[in-house]
Protein backbone atom coordinates (compact mmCIF):
# COMPACT_ATOMS: atom_id res chain seq x y z
CA UNK A 1 0.00 0.00 0.00
CA UNK A 2 1.31 3.59 -0.80
CA UNK A 3 1.30 5.76 2.26
CA UNK A 4 3.54 8.26 1.04
CA UNK A 5 1.75 12.15 0.86
CA UNK A 6 2.54 13.50 -2.48
CA UNK A 7 2.00 16.40 -4.72
CA UNK A 8 0.40 18.53 -1.45
CA UNK A 9 -2.33 16.12 -0.56
CA UNK A 10 -3.26 16.26 3.02
CA UNK A 11 -1.89 13.03 5.05
CA UNK A 12 -3.71 9.84 5.37
CA UNK A 13 -5.87 9.49 8.43
CA UNK A 14 -6.26 6.18 10.29
CA UNK A 15 -8.48 5.48 12.68
CA UNK A 16 -7.10 3.95 16.20
CA UNK A 17 -8.91 1.03 17.49
CA UNK A 18 -11.74 2.21 14.82
CA UNK A 19 -12.65 5.29 16.37
CA UNK A 20 -12.26 5.09 20.28
CA UNK A 21 -13.10 8.54 20.85
CA UNK A 22 -16.85 7.00 19.56
CA UNK A 23 -17.25 4.09 20.64
CA UNK A 24 -15.62 1.30 22.44
CA UNK A 25 -12.44 0.48 21.26
CA UNK A 26 -11.55 -3.05 18.84
CA UNK A 27 -15.41 -3.72 18.50
CA UNK A 28 -17.35 -3.80 15.32
CA UNK A 29 -18.96 -0.41 16.13
CA UNK A 30 -15.59 1.14 16.38
CA UNK A 31 -14.83 -0.04 13.16
CA UNK A 32 -18.28 1.30 11.63
CA UNK A 33 -17.48 4.43 13.21
CA UNK A 34 -14.22 4.87 11.69
CA UNK A 35 -15.74 3.68 7.96
CA UNK A 36 -18.41 6.35 8.76
CA UNK A 37 -16.11 9.17 9.67
CA UNK A 38 -14.40 9.21 6.32
CA UNK A 39 -11.25 7.26 7.46
CA UNK A 40 -8.62 6.84 5.11
CA UNK A 41 -7.63 3.38 6.84
CA UNK A 42 -8.98 1.55 9.94
CA UNK A 43 -6.76 0.49 12.35
CA UNK A 44 -6.98 -2.50 15.48
CA UNK A 45 -4.90 -4.58 17.52
CA UNK A 46 -4.43 -7.92 17.02
CA UNK A 47 -4.23 -10.60 20.40
CA UNK A 48 -2.79 -13.91 20.72
CA UNK A 49 -5.89 -15.85 19.91
CA UNK A 50 -6.45 -13.50 16.63
CA UNK A 51 -9.11 -11.57 18.28
CA UNK A 52 -9.37 -7.76 18.70
CA UNK A 53 -7.81 -6.27 21.81
CA UNK A 54 -4.91 -4.79 23.09
CA UNK A 55 -3.75 -6.69 25.88
CA UNK A 56 -5.01 -9.20 28.12
CA UNK A 57 -5.90 -6.64 30.48
CA UNK A 58 -7.86 -4.73 27.86
CA UNK A 59 -10.48 -6.91 26.43
CA UNK A 60 -13.33 -5.32 24.51
CA UNK A 61 -16.66 -6.67 25.87
CA UNK A 62 -17.70 -7.67 22.35
CA UNK A 63 -15.10 -10.72 21.08
CA UNK A 64 -14.13 -9.58 17.43
CA UNK A 65 -12.27 -12.05 15.25
CA UNK A 66 -9.64 -10.81 13.26
CA UNK A 67 -11.59 -12.94 10.36
CA UNK A 68 -14.36 -10.59 11.07
CA UNK A 69 -12.83 -7.65 10.93
CA UNK A 70 -11.09 -7.82 7.73
CA UNK A 71 -14.27 -8.86 6.15
CA UNK A 72 -16.38 -5.87 7.13
CA UNK A 73 -13.67 -3.09 5.95
CA UNK A 74 -12.65 -5.16 2.75
CA UNK A 75 -16.86 -4.73 2.08
CA UNK A 76 -16.46 -1.07 2.96
CA UNK A 77 -13.17 -0.65 0.74
CA UNK A 78 -11.27 1.16 2.70
CA UNK A 79 -7.53 0.38 3.93
CA UNK A 80 -6.39 -2.09 7.09
CA UNK A 81 -4.13 -1.36 9.12
CA UNK A 82 -3.90 -3.87 11.80
CA UNK A 83 -1.01 -3.37 15.23
CA UNK A 84 0.35 -7.34 16.19
CA UNK A 85 0.49 -6.91 19.98
CA UNK A 86 2.24 -9.90 20.75
CA UNK A 87 4.83 -11.98 19.20
CA UNK A 88 3.81 -15.50 17.55
CA UNK A 89 0.81 -14.61 15.40
CA UNK A 90 2.75 -13.03 12.59
CA UNK A 91 1.92 -16.16 10.30
CA UNK A 92 -1.52 -16.27 10.60
CA UNK A 93 -2.14 -12.34 10.47
CA UNK A 94 -0.35 -12.66 7.10
CA UNK A 95 -2.34 -15.47 6.18
CA UNK A 96 -6.01 -13.55 7.14
CA UNK A 97 -4.69 -10.70 4.97
CA UNK A 98 -4.27 -12.42 1.84
CA UNK A 99 -6.97 -15.04 2.53
CA UNK A 100 -9.28 -11.64 2.16
CA UNK A 101 -6.94 -10.27 -0.56
CA UNK A 102 -5.99 -7.56 1.23
CA UNK A 103 -2.89 -7.15 0.98
CA UNK A 104 -3.05 -4.22 -1.74
CA UNK A 105 -4.91 -1.84 1.09
CA UNK A 106 -3.24 -3.51 4.48
CA UNK A 107 -0.42 -2.13 6.85
CA UNK A 108 0.87 -4.50 9.44
CA UNK A 109 2.85 -3.03 12.28
CA UNK A 110 4.88 -4.11 15.42
CA UNK A 111 6.35 -2.07 18.29
CA UNK A 112 8.32 -5.98 18.45
CA UNK A 113 11.76 -5.12 16.23
CA UNK A 114 12.10 -9.33 15.82
CA UNK A 115 8.08 -9.39 14.77
CA UNK A 116 8.94 -7.19 12.17
CA UNK A 117 12.05 -9.25 10.76
CA UNK A 118 9.50 -12.02 10.74
CA UNK A 119 7.38 -10.30 9.00
CA UNK A 120 9.83 -9.12 6.55
CA UNK A 121 10.97 -12.63 5.71
CA UNK A 122 7.38 -14.04 5.14
CA UNK A 123 5.24 -10.81 3.34
CA UNK A 124 8.12 -8.89 2.14
CA UNK A 125 5.28 -7.18 -0.03
CA UNK A 126 3.23 -5.94 2.40
CA UNK A 127 3.88 -2.58 4.09
CA UNK A 128 5.36 -2.93 7.42
CA UNK A 129 5.64 -0.67 10.53
CA UNK A 130 7.89 -0.46 13.32
CA UNK A 131 5.96 1.73 15.96
CA UNK A 132 8.11 3.52 18.68
CA UNK A 133 8.39 3.81 21.48
CA UNK A 134 6.58 0.32 22.56
CA UNK A 135 2.95 1.38 23.75
CA UNK A 136 2.81 -0.40 27.01
CA UNK A 137 1.15 1.84 29.72
CA UNK A 138 -1.08 3.46 27.28
CA UNK A 139 0.83 6.48 26.35
CA UNK A 140 -1.19 6.78 22.65
CA UNK A 141 -3.65 8.62 25.31
CA UNK A 142 -1.96 11.31 26.85
CA UNK A 143 0.42 14.37 25.47
CA UNK A 144 3.93 13.32 26.63
CA UNK A 145 4.97 9.43 26.74
CA UNK A 146 4.32 7.97 30.01
CA UNK A 147 7.02 9.22 32.98
CA UNK A 148 8.57 11.42 30.76
CA UNK A 149 8.60 15.27 31.30
CA UNK A 150 7.94 17.90 28.46
CA UNK A 151 11.76 18.39 29.08
CA UNK A 152 12.73 14.37 28.44
CA UNK A 153 10.30 14.14 25.71
CA UNK A 154 12.13 17.23 23.93
CA UNK A 155 15.81 15.19 24.02
CA UNK A 156 13.98 12.09 22.97
CA UNK A 157 12.57 13.96 20.03
CA UNK A 158 16.01 15.55 19.28
CA UNK A 159 17.85 12.37 19.12
CA UNK A 160 15.15 10.62 16.71
CA UNK A 161 16.37 11.47 13.58
CA UNK A 162 19.54 9.21 14.67
CA UNK A 163 17.29 6.30 15.52
CA UNK A 164 15.60 6.45 12.64
CA UNK A 165 17.53 4.54 10.61
CA UNK A 166 18.65 1.62 12.61
CA UNK A 167 15.07 1.12 13.98
CA UNK A 168 14.00 0.78 10.28
CA UNK A 169 17.12 -1.34 9.29
CA UNK A 170 16.73 -3.79 13.17
CA UNK A 171 13.30 -4.35 12.08
CA UNK A 172 13.47 -4.78 8.45
CA UNK A 173 10.57 -2.78 8.18
CA UNK A 174 9.29 -0.25 5.62
CA UNK A 175 7.24 2.20 7.62
CA UNK A 176 7.90 4.32 11.01
CA UNK A 177 4.71 4.92 13.40
CA UNK A 178 6.04 7.33 15.51
CA UNK A 179 4.35 8.49 18.79
CA UNK A 180 3.72 12.64 17.80
CA UNK A 181 5.97 13.57 20.58
CA UNK A 182 8.66 12.52 18.78
CA UNK A 183 8.07 13.80 15.56
CA UNK A 184 9.68 16.44 14.18
CA UNK A 185 10.82 17.57 10.16
CA UNK A 186 14.24 16.17 10.51
CA UNK A 187 12.82 12.85 11.55
CA UNK A 188 10.77 12.62 8.99
CA UNK A 189 13.08 13.56 6.53
CA UNK A 190 15.19 10.98 7.43
CA UNK A 191 12.72 8.21 7.17
CA UNK A 192 11.74 9.40 3.52
CA UNK A 193 15.54 9.28 2.50
CA UNK A 194 15.40 5.47 3.49
CA UNK A 195 11.95 5.18 1.61
CA UNK A 196 9.92 5.05 4.35
CA UNK A 197 6.57 6.65 5.13
CA UNK A 198 5.80 8.22 8.34
CA UNK A 199 2.69 8.00 10.68
CA UNK A 200 2.24 9.82 13.62
CA UNK A 201 0.37 8.49 16.85
CA UNK A 202 -2.19 9.12 18.47
CA UNK A 203 -3.49 12.76 17.49
CA UNK A 204 -7.03 13.65 19.41
CA UNK A 205 -7.16 17.22 18.88
CA UNK A 206 -7.17 20.07 15.75
CA UNK A 207 -3.91 21.60 16.90
CA UNK A 208 -1.70 18.76 17.14
CA UNK A 209 -3.34 17.64 14.00
CA UNK A 210 -2.50 20.59 11.92
CA UNK A 211 1.22 20.66 13.67
CA UNK A 212 1.74 16.69 12.41
CA UNK A 213 0.93 18.00 8.89
CA UNK A 214 3.03 20.61 8.94
CA UNK A 215 5.55 18.72 10.29
CA UNK A 216 5.05 16.69 6.74
CA UNK A 217 4.23 13.35 8.04
CA UNK A 218 2.07 10.55 5.78
CA UNK A 219 -0.38 9.61 8.05
CA UNK A 220 -1.89 10.49 11.32
CA UNK A 221 -3.60 7.95 13.85
CA UNK A 222 -6.54 9.88 15.89
CA UNK A 223 -9.12 8.00 18.06
CA UNK A 224 -11.32 10.87 16.06
CA UNK A 225 -10.65 10.03 12.68
CA UNK A 226 -13.75 12.83 11.93
CA UNK A 227 -12.33 15.43 13.23
CA UNK A 228 -8.96 14.54 11.91
CA UNK A 229 -10.50 14.23 8.31
CA UNK A 230 -11.92 17.64 8.78
CA UNK A 231 -9.49 19.52 10.08
CA UNK A 232 -6.95 18.37 7.52
CA UNK A 233 -9.38 19.15 4.49
CA UNK A 234 -10.43 22.46 6.05
CA UNK A 235 -6.68 23.48 6.12
Excluded: Q
Amino acid sequence: MDLRRRDGRRPLVIGHRGAAAVAPENTLASLEAAVAAGADLVEFDVGLDLTLAHSRREVPGETVELDGALEFLRAHGCGIHLDLKYVGVEREAVDAIHRHGLAGRAVISTAWPRTGRRLAAIAPELSRAIGYPRDRYGVSRVRWPAGLTAAGAAALRTAMPARVPVLLRWSRSNVLALHHALVSRAAVRRAHARGAPVLAWTANDEELVAELSDLGVDAIVSDDPAMAVATLESS
